[in-house]
């Protein structure tokens, strides 16, 4: 449990685990048509940090950032996304998280075509590589080949995925599901709309746009809908902020700073 719980602290700003920066077999890659999906939302050079709490102690730090350099791979250029995920203070002490994760998104089709990651947590250490062929709806997982749904995300590309979405006529009570392939298996990330909310943040007082995603009750989670998370009521759906009640406590993320956005965040003057 303790494991858990210092992992969300860090991970809950990076809805996912992280890669290495090993070397990168391409050759699964196609260069036919894939669909084209509009994102206004982010694009190179973007960088967002974020500061965890575990109740009122300072966790850890979580920075995601959209690199400058354009990786082509198998004929496509994509979107290269580095997340870090690290403890701090008393956290770093006695359960020290070094995490780091990538994904080379399609920057057409929105989809993953590398995921890596490499996981450090107290001495639980992952190292992990897929590579993703959305013509063919397989993986390569670690070397194992597995089928899946074409476009499916892995839990990087569906953070800025999610982020390019139309929420422009969402009603409270619509669910958003995006399809995502996690540990070897397809799940299914499901967010749940409210409504809309103007909360006060690092940042400035930001309008924002309400969701739950919904997650599994039992081992960490009380209920479906102890996790909320805020994004910014704009073009960029910017995350700002993410609460949620654990079994043994809650943890928090805010958004403490962020860097070449597509345009200005919705902060109410």
Known sequence: ?????????????????????????????????????????????????YRMHYGLINAGEAILTVENENKVVGGRNTLHVVGKGYSRGTFDWFFKVRDRYESYIDEEAMAPLIFIRQVDEGGFKINQKQIYD?????????????????Y??????????????????????????????????????????VGKET???????????????????????????????????DAMHVPVRAEANILVGSIKMDLMSYSNLTGALNIVK
């Open 199 to 233: 909360i006060k943040s690092d940042v400035g007082k930001v309008r924002c746009l309400k969701f739950r995603p919904v997650v599994q009750k039992g081992r960490v989670f009380k209920s479906e809908e102890d996790l909320t998370a805020w994004i910014s009521d």
């Open 1 to 49: 449990m303790k494991r858990i719980v210092i992992s969300l602290c860090i991970s809950c700003a990076i809805p996912v685990w992280a890669g290495t920066g090993a070397q990168v077999d391409y050759s699964l890659q196609q260069k036919d048509e894939l669909r084209k999906v509009p994102n206004a939302a982010f694009k190179r050079g973007e960088e967002l940090k």
């Open 134 to 150: 959305h013509r063919a709806g397989r993986v390569s997982s670690n070397g194992k080949m597995l089928s899946v749904p074409s």
């Open 152 to 193: 499916v995300q892995d839990m990087i590309s569906s953070f800025y995925y999610a982020r390019s979405m139309d929420y422009s006529k969402a009603k409270p009570g619509d669910i958003f599901e995006i399809p995502c392939f996690m540990d070897d298996e397809i799940w299914p990330l499901k967010m749940k709309y």
